[in-house]
């Protein structure tokens, strides 16, 4: 398995075509999209290039590799521009004898659990910033942090996910920590 797990783009067509390069580039089978997708909400100052449009297009183009939940930021307005589902709140992964909970982050995260039996991954994205850690109950928290829109000390990235762990990686392909399940 060769997943690559992405969130919060936020309309940024410039980091978008990195995201996809680097999709590419991991020869990944599937693209696991933690919401947020075309738009930054009105709160937002955007940085960089945004063109939802481009975006769009962009996304569309992998349309039938692509697995997606919707953010706070994602309408049933993007889901018409959009050839893929965007508006499940959650979605339930079986991966290696282990259950992978991936949503947004906005409904639940660390604050506001889902009901897991233990042993499960909880997945989301939301707060920009990459996160791996133990939760109680033996529950794992594992966050890709933002492909446009970093936050904290962080940069712009994403995670792949193989049959041999979980790789938090820059835009360029560089790890820069490893998970093993």
Same mark, same amino acid.
């Given at each position: 398995m060769n997943m690559m797990i992405a969130s919060d783009i936020h309309g940024s067509n410039s980091y978008c075509l990195e995201m996809m390069e680097a999709?590419?580039?991991? $020869? !990944?089978? #599937? %693209? *696991? *999209? *933690?919401?947020?997708? %075309?738009?930054? @909400?009105?709160?937002?100052k955007h940085p960089g290039t945004y063109d939802h449009k481009d975006t769009a297009a962009l996304l569309? @183009?992998?349309?039938?590799?692509?697995? +997606?939940?919707? @953010?706070? +930021?994602? #309408?049933?307005?993007?889901?018409? $521009?959009?050839?893929?589902?965007?508006?499940?709140?959650?979605?339930? *992964?079986?991966?290696?004898?282990? #259950?992978?909970? !991936?949503?947004? @982050?906005?409904?639940?995260? #660390?604050?506001? %659990?889902p009901a897991l039996p233990s042993g499960y991954i909880l997945l989301h994205g939301h707060t920009h910033i990459p996160a791996w850690k133990t939760l109680r109950g033996g529950n794992i928290y594992v966050n890709p942090g933002s492909v446009s829109m970093p936050r904290g000390d962080s940069k712009n990235s994403y995670m792949m996910l193989t049959d041999e762990g979980m790789f938090w990686k820059y835009l360029d392909g560089s790890i820069y920590h490893t998970e093993r399940l």
């Open positions: 999709f590419e580039r991991e $020869k !990944a089978e #599937t %693209l *696991l *999209l *933690l919401g947020d997708l %075309l738009h930054h @909400g009105p709160r937002i569309n @183009g992998i349309k039938e590799r692509i697995l +997606c939940v919707r @953010g706070n +930021c994602d #309408t049933e307005e993007d889901q018409k $521009k959009l050839d893929f589902p965007i508006m499940d709140d959650y979605r339930l *992964l079986y991966v290696n004898g282990r #259950t992978i909970f !991936a949503t947004h @982050g906005h409904i639940f995260n #660390t604050r506001n %659990l």
